[in-house]
């Protein structure tokens, strides 16, 4: 490594940046110091690092990211793992709020046999999904739709979904605040607050008159807290994986 990149990697570790993700932003630079200094600069205005690579990785596998999507987060893949050993090949499984696609695609990839569908409210995070499945080679439609409100397909025996749900209490653990600023703000909360956008979600399927079963990502929030947006009378699971990540299962079939 040359004296100047030397110098640039102190300057900014001494201001926050760790040296193993200087090291990656090295790599990333292929060691031009103008290039390292201004990703660099990105990343200690908290860019996250995913978009600096242009790729993430969930479940083994690589997905494209950028600023148009939110950047899937880990704790996402014990969902997907919760939703596929309740498939079989007679599912098929809608993920709402699909972002970069990461869900939906892991699933059809696992499970080749079944339909698999993906909706989103934007239709910038569309074309990551899209350019995501065609990497992949699954074949899977997205579509741009408000919850399940604007879709014409047929009912899927399974929706997934990983909304917004939280606030700043609810953050998991892989996530930094800061990095939010950065992302799409209708992929980060919910104008109206914590777990409303599943309040809605729930709404929408049932207005639409289906009855799947609904996974849906609760994370930190308390089971107390999910009931309350529960309507009443219908069968729920609240799936705790460990302290600080759940799962929540409806099942509109009763
Ligand atoms: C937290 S991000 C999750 C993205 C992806 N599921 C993942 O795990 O990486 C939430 C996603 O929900 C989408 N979204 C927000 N409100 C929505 C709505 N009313 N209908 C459909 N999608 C919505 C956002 O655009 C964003 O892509």
Redesign the pocket.
């Known amino acids: 490594m040359t004296r100047l990149l030397e110098n640039i990697k102190q300057q900014y570790h001494k201001l926050g940046i760790p040296l193993d993700e200087l090291k990656e932003l090295e790599i990333l630079s292929n060691e031009n110091p103008n290039l390292f200094r201004r990703l660099s600069q990105r990343r200690l205005f908290n860019e996250p690092l995913a978009y600096l690579k242009g790729e993430v990785y969930?479940f083994g596998r690589k997905f494209n990211v950028d600023r148009r999507?939110?950047?899937?987060?880990p704790e996402?893949e014990k969902m997907v793992r919760f939703a596929l050993s309740e498939l079989d090949v007679h599912s098929s499984i809608l993920?709402?709020?699909?972002?970069?696609?990461?869900?939906a695609i892991t699933l059809k990839k696992e499970n080749p046999r079944i339909d698999v569908f993906g909706?989103?409210?934007?239709p910038s995070?569309l074309e990551v999904a899209t350019k995501n499945a065609l990497d992949h080679r699954v074949s899977l439609s997205f579509f741009e739709?408000?919850?399940v409100d604007d879709l014409d397909i047929d009912e899927p025996t399974h929706i997934i979904?990983?909304?917004?749900?939280g606030d700043e209490r609810y953050i998991l653990p892989s996530i930094n605040l800061r990095e939010f600023r950065h992302m799409?703000p209708?992929?980060?909360f919910?104008p109206l607050g914590s777990l409303y956008?599943y309040k809605?979600?729930i709404e929408s399927i049932k207005n639409k008159g289906w009855k799947p079963k609904l996974f849906f990502?609760s994370g930190k929030v308390k089971k107390d807290e999910v009931a309350e947006i529960i309507p009443q009378g219908m069968d729920w699971r609240y799936v705790l994986f460990e302290d600080n990540y759940s799962v929540t299962r409806l099942d509109f079939n009763q």
């Open positions: 969930f999507v939110y950047v899937p987060n996402t993920d709402v709020g699909t972002g970069s696609g990461s869900i909706c989103d409210i934007s995070a739709s408000c919850y979904s990983d909304l917004p749900y799409p209708e992929s980060c919910h956008a809605e979600l990502e």
